[in-house]
Every structure is written in C-alpha cells, then in structure tokens.
C-alpha cells in the first residue's frame, strides 16, 4: 500500500481541483528533465508523447502511445491538443494537455532534485480522484526509470488501489 505521505495533496481552489505532488528523485537536475521532456523518456511513464517545438506558446500534439490507445479505447481521440505555457530549462516545463495544465518545476538539492509537480482538473471529486492516482504511478514509473533505466509498461500498473487511498483522501 502507498503511504500516506506519498499521496498528492489535492484541494478545491475556486473551479479547480489542485493536485500537488513532491518527490525527491536522487539524480541530477539535468537527467530529471530529460526525462520530463524527451520522448524516448516519456514512453516509460506518461501515457502519452510530447509532440512539437519545446518552446514557450509553443502548439504541441499529445498522442498516446498505441498500447494505451488499445487498452482504454481511444481510437476515437488517439491524440490530444496542447499548448507550452512555460519552457525553462532545466527548472520549469508548463503545459496544457486540452483543458488540464500541468506545472514541473525542478530544484537541485543536497539529495539531487526535488521535483515539484501540479495539474489544475475540473472540479469533480472522482475525476480529481482518478487524476491523482493516475500520475501517482506516473510519478512511479518516472523514479523506477531514473534510478535502474527501465521501467514496467504504466498500462499494465493497477492504479485501483491507489485510486481508493485517493477517493478515501477526499471523502468521496
């Protein structure tokens, strides 16, 4: 079971359910954002590539990768729309994956960096819920894949009982 203290915090601000999480990840700064922006990266741990200019205002295509596209059913929307809000290399990378936005923001550390990661969702409890545990195994992965270079394939995780820690988390 995940401990409590690995879970995001997650509030309501305004129209918006705010999950934040904090990992401290024992690698450089430097191979922490390669990994939160390179594609040959990002198929070990997001469901999705990162397709464009890395550039502030930057458009830039989401499409999932084919293994998630198959598991969920997305042959309908295999790709989604996106916009860069914030291109800092290497300590900040904000984005909009449709109507989501996503903030990484990395800081070295005696430890190596702490990684800092928010997602804005719609105000509903069981989406938020889902989110969360969702980039939890996200997050997961990102750490199995900096610290032994592989990761297990995140379609395969179960992201059941982590969703029920979450959904326990906000009362639901």
Known sequence: MTKATDLASITLEGD???????RVLHHPRE????AITESEHLAHWM???????RLAGARIELPFWPAHVAKYGLESTPSLDGKIEVWDPPSVF?????????????????????LRFTTWLAPDGHGAANAAAGYHM?????????????APALVDADVAPVR?????HLAL
Not at 31 to 34: D, S, T
Not at 94 to 114: H, I, N, Q
Request: one cysteine or more.
């Open 16 to 22: 918006a359910y705010v999950v934040r999480f904090e």
């Open 31 to 34: 191979k922490v954002w390669r």
């Open 47 to 53: 469901p999705c590539d990162i397709i464009g200019e």
């Open 138 to 150: 996200c997050l997961a992965n990102l750490a199995e894949l900096l610290d032994t270079g592989t």
């Open 94 to 114: 904000e984005w909009w994956w449709s109507t989501d936005r996503l903030r990484w923001e990395l800081d070295e550390t005696a430890e190596g960096t702490l």
């Open 164 to 168: 029920r820690q979450y959904v326990a």
